[in-house]
C-alpha cells in the first residue's frame, strides 16, 4: 500500500524544513511526497529541490503562474501514484506514526474516507472527529447541518480513486478562502465509505491560519473575490452532476457568508472598515442569503461589536459541550416532543 502526500506550496520557505522532515521520518516507508509549488517568489521551491535531491521519494511539480491551492492539489491529485492520497497544509506537519498507522486501519478495511483528530499548536489542544458522522449523513454534516462542519482536507485520507473521480467533475479556478468546502463537499457526494479515529496524526498550526490573519479593505475584497469564484464552482457542480442537491448551493452560501461577516471583517477587520467592508458582500452574495443578515450588516458600530461579542460567547459555549453530549440532549429532546 502506498500513500502520496499533496503538499501546495507558497511562499512558505520558513515552515517547509518542519514540514517535510515529518514525512521524511516516517515510520511506513512506502510514500510519495508531492510538493506543488505554486510559483512562489521567496526560497520554496529552491528548498523542496534541494530535498528532492536526497530523497527519491519527493516529486516538485512547479506553476508557471500563481493559480491558488485548489488548483494546487488537482495538480497533485492527477500526479499522484499512491493507493491513498492525503493533502497536507505547507506550514502544518504530520506526526512521523501517521502513514503506520492509516495503514494498519486501511489494510482491513479499504475505506474511501478516513478522518482522524488532529492538534493545535498555538492552542495544544485536540480537535477530535465528530463521534456520529457516518457515510449516510457525511454530506449533510458539511451543508445541512443546523452548524456545518468545517470543510478540511487536510485531515483525512482519501482513497485515490474517490479524489480522482471528485476532482474530475470540479472546475479550475483561482481561490485562497472557502475551497476547502467546495473541495470537501465534492468529495463526500461521491463517497462510498467513511469512518474515523480519535488519533491526532497533524499538528496544525493555528498561528499562520487565515482565520487569525488581520484584514485590511484589500484582504477583504481578495476574500470575497475567493468566495465568489467558489460559489459559482458550487454552482457548476449541482447543476451538471448532482440535480438533486441544487438546494445545497444556497445552504452554502449563508455558510460563507456568516465566515465572512464574524470572522473576517468583525472579528479580523479594524472597526473603522467594518462599514466599509459590509457594503462590498452584496458584490458576492446573493439578495435572498443577504437578507438573513439584513439586520445585522446594518447595525450601528456599537450594535456591531456587540453581536461580535454575542458570536464569541456562543462560540465558548459550544466549545464546552462536547458534541457527544449534544447529541444526548438532542436525542432526549426529540423523544421527549414526539
Not at 457525511?138 to 485520507?157: C, I, M, Q, Y
Not at 498550526?205 to 459559482?232: M, R, T, Y
Not at 458550487?234 to 465566515?259: C, P
Request: net charge neutral; charged share 25%; hydrophobic share 40%.
Amino acid at each position: 500500500m502506498k500513500f502520496s502526500i499533496i503538499i501546495p506550496i507558497y511562499n512558505r520557505s520558513l515552515f517547509i524544513d518542519e514540514t517535510l522532515s515529518g514525512i521524511l521520518n516516517q515510520t511506513y516507508a512506502d510514500i510519495e511526497i508531492i510538493c506543488v509549488d505554486d510559483c512562489s517568489t521567496d526560497e520554496s521551491l529552491q528548498k523542496i529541490e534541494s530535498y528532492a535531491v536526497k530523497d527519491n521519494r519527493i516529486k516538485v511539480i512547479s506553476h508557471s503562474k500563481n493559480l491558488g491551492p485548489h488548483c494546487a492539489r488537482q495538480t497533485g491529485v492527477s500526479n499522484a501514484s499512491g493507493d491513498y492520497i492525503l493533502f497536507l497544509d505547507c506550514d502544518d506537519a504530520l506526526e512521523v506514526f501517521a502513514c503506520s498507522s492509516l495503514h494498519s486501519i486501511l489494510s482491513e478495511t479499504d475505506y474511501d474516507v478516513l478522518e482522524f483528530a488532529y492538534k493545535h499548536k498555538k492552542a495544544k489542544t485536540v480537535s477530535l472527529p465528530v463521534p456520529f458522522i457516518t457515510i449516510n449523513n457525511l454530506f449533510d454534516s458539511l451543508v445541512h447541518f443546523k452548524n456545518p462542519r468545517a470543510g478540511t482536507v487536510w485531515n483525512k485520507v482519501y482513497k485515490k480513486e474517490l479524489l480522482q473521480k471528485a476532482f474530475s467533475k470540479m472546475q479550475s479556478f483561482y481561490s485562497v478562502m472557502g475551497e476547502d468546502l467546495y473541495e470537501s463537499v465534492i468529495i463526500a457526494y461521491y463517497a462510498k465509505s467513511y469512518t474515523f479515529i480519535n488519533a491526532p496524526l497533524v499538528l496544525y498550526n493555528d498561528e499562520s491560519g487565515i482565520s487569525n490573519k488581520k484584514n485590511d479593505l484589500s484582504s477583504v475584497k481578495k476574500s470575497l473575490d475567493s468566495i465568489k469564484a467558489n460559489l459559482d464552482a458550487f454552482s457548476f457542480f449541482f447543476n451538471t452532476h448532482a440535480g438533486e442537491n441544487t438546494d445545497a448551493v444556497l445552504y452554502i452560501e449563508r455558510q460563507y457568508l456568516k465566515y465572512i461577516f464574524y470572522i473576517q471583517i468583525l472579528m479580523n477587520t479594524q472597526k473603522k472598515d467594518w462599514r466599509v467592508s459590509l457594503n462590498l458582500l452584496s458584490g458576492c452574495f446573493s439578495e435572498d442569503t443577504l437578507l438573513h443578515y439584513e439586520k445585522k450588516i446594518n447595525k450601528t458600530q456599537l450594535s456591531l461589536y456587540l453581536e461580535l461579542i454575542k458570536y464569541k460567547i456562543n462560540i465558548f459555549l459550544r466549545q464546552l459541550m462536547p458534541y457527544r453530549l449534544k447529541k444526548i440532549i438532542k436525542d432526549l429532546y426529540a423523544n421527549f416532543c414526539a
